[in-house]
């Protein structure tokens, strides 16, 4: 189910094994139906790699990736040119995970990926509530008449799960029949993340939360390596203040996608992603 990595190419910090862990990292490198510019299967690899720019320490939460219960798996092995088999795959690696009352963390590869993930936390988890982070709403009913796309993702999930349970943040682009539909189904807060992030805790307080995060919701001049750049974004002090807030929910599940390294020569966008995966791991391992 997994291609295994060797211990210098695995996230920063990850020594425990499996069995003592509370968080599980896993790569899932899809890329099957990016419309603008491929390349985000080397997002897991580029994450990893600029982690090891980092330090293990936190010093914004005093904690260290050395000291907590986390392990990283290595990529579903997913096949080339089938979209289904590739679902299915991540689908039962998440299932495994949850089953066992660990919480999984995944990189990406592209934002499609998290219709698996979601379905796999809705089998433990029947009344989650989804924090949608990204540049676009990505609620189109089909892109160039194919439904499965992550142009189309968060159509699926809502779908899956029922209108009022999804929370998108930072949207900044959208065609008007998804805002049509956002309005019906989804609690939509555009451009900011932080600010609402804040204000709807209240109404989420106690319930099992997955968060999907698309590293285009930060602004290209900071993060410029995404699949599908769109100007204006949050910027990355914004995006850290928001990861912290994480902390007050109640998370069950966690995706970042949609990092694209060969259009970051700089590696600023795997650079800030390993830095909210350092974070918010140490946040859910506690």
Do not use: W
Not at 12 to 40: I, M, N
Not at 88 to 100: D, G, T
């Amino acid at each position: 189910m997994f291609k295994e990595i060797g211990r210098e190419e695995a996230f920063l910090g990850a020594t425990a094994g499996y069995e003592g862990s509370r968080v599980v990292l896993v790569g899932a490198g899809l890329d099957a139906t990016v419309c603008f510019r491929p390349g985000t299967r080397e997002g897991p690899r580029a994450i990893r790699y600029y982690s090891r720019c980092l330090e293990e320490y936190s010093l914004r939460q005093d904690r260290d990736l050395r000291e907590a219960s986390f392990c990283d798996l290595g990529d579903v092995n997913l096949p080339f040119g089938d979209v289904h088999n590739a679902l299915l795959r991540i689908e039962q690696a998440a299932s495994k995970i949850v089953s066992e009352e660990k919480i999984p963390v995944f990189i990406g590869g592209e934002h499609l990926v998290t219709l698996p993930l979601i379905k796999a936390v809705c089998q433990r988890y029947r009344d989650i509530v989804v924090l949608h982070l990204d540049a676009h709403a990505d609620l189109r009913d089909d892109y160039l008449g194919v439904g499965l796309s992550h142009a189309t993702v968060m159509r699926r999930v809502c779908e899956l799960l029922g209108p009022g349970r999804v929370y998108q943040f930072g949207i900044r682009s959208m065609d008007k029949p998804e805002l049509d539909f956002a309005r019906a189904h989804t609690r939509l807060y555009f451009d900011k993340v932080s600010e609402p992030l804040a204000a709807i805790s209240a109404q989420i307080k106690g319930k099992p939360v997955y968060i999907t995060l698309d590293m285009d919701v930060v602004d290209p001049a900071y993060a410029p390596g995404v699949g599908t750049p769109e100007p204006g974004g949050i910027g990355p002090r914004e995006l850290m203040d928001s990861v912290y807030q994480f902390e007050e929910f109640q998370v069950v599940g966690f995706d970042l996608v949609e990092v694209s390294p060969a259009f970051d020569p700089g590696g600023l966008a795997p650079l800030l992603a390993a830095k909210v995966v350092r974070e918010l791991v140490l946040l859910l391992a506690e």
